[in-house]
């Protein structure tokens, strides 16, 4: 919906709300970033780790020794705790969003202006969002 300067005193509330749904959106999208660069170059050292084993295995060696199967099990142990990290974070951000989408949908619901109160209606149409939002 399109806000006239004129009433934009008088939706101040839920344009506030509004600015936090966008602002977890894009947290979340930042933790994404995050999260598929962590994954995408943990998958890169894994095939590297396999190929060199596989390259000592071909030449007759050992596939690796113990201060490279150390420094792997640690770089594995360091992958595992950010992931959880990351985890709690998405978490963190859901619930954060669902409580941001919760206030805006309600603040739209009360207001005076007909355009802005149904807009609520509008978003949650088919009452997904409250539904999941109740349940939380």
Do not use: P
Request: glycine share 6%.
């Amino acid at each position: 919906a399109v806000v006239s300067t004129q009433s934009t005193g008088e939706h101040r509330a839920v344009m506030e709300k509004l600015y936090k749904v966008f602002s977890h959106a894009i947290n979340f999208i930042a933790e994404y970033d995050d999260a598929s660069d962590m994954l995408k170059t943990h998958e890169i050292v894994r095939r590297e780790r396999e190929t060199a084993i596989q390259s000592n295995t071909d030449k007759g060696g050992w596939g690796t020794n113990a201060a490279k199967e150390e420094a792997g099990r640690a770089e594995d142990m360091e992958f595992r705790e950010r992931l959880a990290f990351i985890s709690q974070n998405f978490g963190t951000i859901r619930e954060g969003f669902a409580a941001c989408l919760g206030d805006l949908l309600s603040a739209l619901s009360r207001e005076q202006d007909d355009t802005v109160k149904f807009l609520s209606l509008r978003i949650d149409f088919n009452e997904f969002y409250r539904g999941h939002l109740a349940v939380k």
